[in-house]
């Protein structure tokens, strides 16, 4: 899948990016396995952002370029009975899973028309990029790196060990500050964490529609005096 990720490469893309809950990634990092696809996860213990999986590709993982589907998060948020653990978490993935793992993608949400975009001929990727997609016109202040419609995905067969991930983003310090206690606690490593509110809603997407990239600061703790 190499010319995949060096289509992307090209294109400025540096990152997939995994949307889940807060509470998930407790489980997530104490996993060998890190991200898993659908079919593989006990619902007992993680619950499962899209159980119907209407693009019916449940052994593959969802990811989105460069920046998280935030479309797709308001609509799980509004869906989600759970008033407890509200707290959402982008990862960042390493475009170097894509020589590791079977890929296909869709240059819009893979659900729509219940996956009949989606493919798996590599050659297609620049179909992401395309100056017109199902449902969008490429604009011309578009940032190069993001795809035509926002909620484009790459889908990631099976699992995405956390050895591939470079990054974490929350919406607030307060939050950074909880997932760095908890990174400590599964002693993942020195993992990046971003506190980015445009990337935890729908405002990265129109700051990167007029060609802005949305705002990324580094946490970085606090040091008793």
Partial sequence: ??????????????????????????????????????????????????????????????????????????????????????DWVVIFIDLDILDQRKILFSPCNAATANGRHISGSAIEICKLYADETVSRKREQTLLSCCPTDDQAEILVSDNIPVRFFTGFAVSSEEKAAHLYALLNVNRVGEIPIYISPDLLSTSWSRLAHNGVYPAETLYRVRKEP
């Fill in 1 to 86: 899948m190499t010319y995949i990720k060096d289509y992307l490469v090209s294109r400025g893309v540096t990152r997939l990016c995994h949307l889940t809950k807060l509470v998930n990634l407790v489980h997530i990092l104490s996993s060998c396995d890190g991200i898993l696809a659908s079919q593989n996860i006990d619902p007992d213990i993680i619950k499962q952002n899209d159980p119907l999986r209407s693009d019916g590709k449940p052994d593959f993982v969802c990811c989105s370029v460069q920046y998280p589907n935030a479309w797709y998060l308001r609509d799980v948020k509004n869906r989600d009975t759970d008033r407890i653990f509200t």
